[in-house]
Nanobody
Framework: QLQATESGGGLVQTGGSLTLACAAS????????IGWFRQAPGKEREGVSA????????DYADSVKGRFTISRDNAKNTVYLQMNSLKPEDTAVYYC????????????????????WGQGTQVTVSS
């Protein structure tokens, strides 16, 4: 059974940093495209960042470019999202997801590209 588990969320002040981790079980992360998404109350889930399943190229939403960095540690079967210069508008539940059957039919920042989702981790940025 494929599972993805997020960790690393928490409460941080504006301008602070957090590193989220997405640990995989039941599959090797280095063969899957992985996406990070977030959902704030009353808003739709939005793609934040993604890393490809081939050359580890990365995509970022415009709102996080220059502040967030996605990376892999294949030895630990984990993908990370380093978040710097956090803003109150970054407050949301953050999810990681592994590519699904329609991965190649959608943008890598689109939720429909992914099938296996974690339970989410809360990130709260205080002003």
């Amino acid at each position: 059974q494929l599972q993805a588990t997020e960790s690393g969320g928490g409460l941080v002040q504006t301008g602070g940093s957090l590193t989220l981790a997405c640990a995989a079980s039941g599959f090797k992360l280095d063969t899957y495209g992985i996406g990070w998404f977030r959902q704030a109350p009353g808003k739709e889930r939005e793609g934040v960042s993604a890393i490809s399943n081939s050359d580890d190229s990365a995509d970022y939403a415009d709102s996080v470019k220059g502040r967030f960095t996605i990376s892999r540690d294949n030895a630990k079967n984990t993908v990370y999202l380093q978040m710097n210069s956090l803003k109150p508008e970054d407050t949301a539940v953050y999810y990681c997801a592994a590519e699904g059957a329609y991965y190649y039919y959608h943008s890598r920042l689109h939720p429909r590209a992914y099938d296996t989702w974690g339970q989410g981790t809360q990130v709260t940025v205080s002003s």
